[in-house]
């Protein structure tokens, strides 16, 4: 586990609060630009009319019916995915500690933007990349950046409360995975209604910027503020009426640097209380996948 650093001098806080401002003022600037282009080329997913199944999707018609018939814009996440990355390649580029997570963030970040395209291009039937072609694409990213974290950073164990320093040599790669692939999919879950995901993101990097300050890991805490302050912005414009959703190339980039900067600081075992959210709606999710299987097609939960 990291060691507890509970000084900092006026600089660097200062430094930090600067990071935030400059990724709220650029995507501030991004957005004009994103929205103008969102309403011309139409970037919105089509109202899907089928289920995985292959089943009407009446109850999803029914539940989002009206954010179709606003035609919301999608991909938003674009805007905090350029201003995140331009902030951190100019203010905050640092090998040990940043590198990861903005690798992360964009390798995510892109296969998330194909999707979405494929999505917006899609008939009104499930649209998109295929689930098995997503995940092994994303597996793939995500067990390169694991391997970076054990090879070049030297991590072969972890941190839990219980059990101290638990040694697992290699096999940090595949937690890495497990914990990165785990949050990037929550998270992903909660985008598309009006401030969640923005809000909720928010105040889980805020959290991790609070931990790697304590830390004395001033990169990785600017890093999660630079991710606040674009997040602000995009929380501006996502409040009800939403004018645009994040989409998953922002779901997926901002779910995979949560997961790794929980990583970097060693801390996932409060990563299921910060993402508590994330962790109920991914339970949701399960349950009624496992009760159509068990209960010829019933839900538990509406959705």
């Not at 905050?92 to 933007?113: E, V, Y």
């Not at 649209?127 to 067990?143: E, Q, R």
């Amino acid at each position: 586990m990291q060691t507890i650093d509970l000084t900092i001098n006026a600089a660097t806080l200062l430094r930090l609060l600067w990071l935030s401002v400059a990724g709220f003022a650029l995507a501030m600037l991004v957005t004009p630009l994103y929205t103008k282009a969102a309403y011309h080329w139409q970037w919105w997913k089509k109202q899907r009319t089928d289920t995985l199944g292959g089943e009407v999707a009446a109850v999803y018609n029914k539940l989002h019916a009206a954010k179709h018939r606003r035609h919301v814009p999608n991909m938003a996440g674009i805007i905090f995915v350029v201003a995140i990355a331009v902030v951190t390649i100019a203010f905050n580029l640092q090998r040990s500690q940043t590198w990861l997570p903005l690798a992360g963030l964009l390798g995510a970040g892109f296969i998330g933007l194909i999707d979405d395209i494929m999505n917006i291009r899609g008939s009104s039937r499930i649209a998109g990349m295929g689930a098995k072609i997503k995940f092994l694409s994303y597996s793939l990213v995500t067990l390169a950046l694991g391997w970076w974290f054990y090879d070049k950073l030297d991590v072969t164990s972890i941190y839990l409360p219980w059990l101290h320093q638990l040694p697992l040599g290699v096999g940090v790669v595949a937690l890495f995975w497990f914990v990165v692939v785990a949050t990037a999919n929550s998270v992903n879950i909660s985008d598309g209604l009006d401030g969640l995901a923005g809000g909720l993101l928010m105040t889980s990097f805020l959290a991790y910027a609070i931990i790697a300050v304590v830390q004395g890991q001033y990169g990785i805490a600017g890093f999660c503020l630079t991710i606040v302050g674009t997040l602000a912005s995009y929380t501006w414009f996502n409040i009800f009426p939403a004018r645009f959703f994040m989409g998953d190339v922002g779901s997926f980039a901002l779910g995979t640097a949560l997961g790794i900067v929980a990583m970097q600081t060693d801390t996932i075992y409060v990563l299921p209380i910060i993402g508590a959210v994330y962790v109920m709606e991914t339970g949701s999710v399960i349950i009624n996948r496992l009760s159509r299987k068990l209960r010829g097609g019933k839900k538990v939960f509406l959705s």
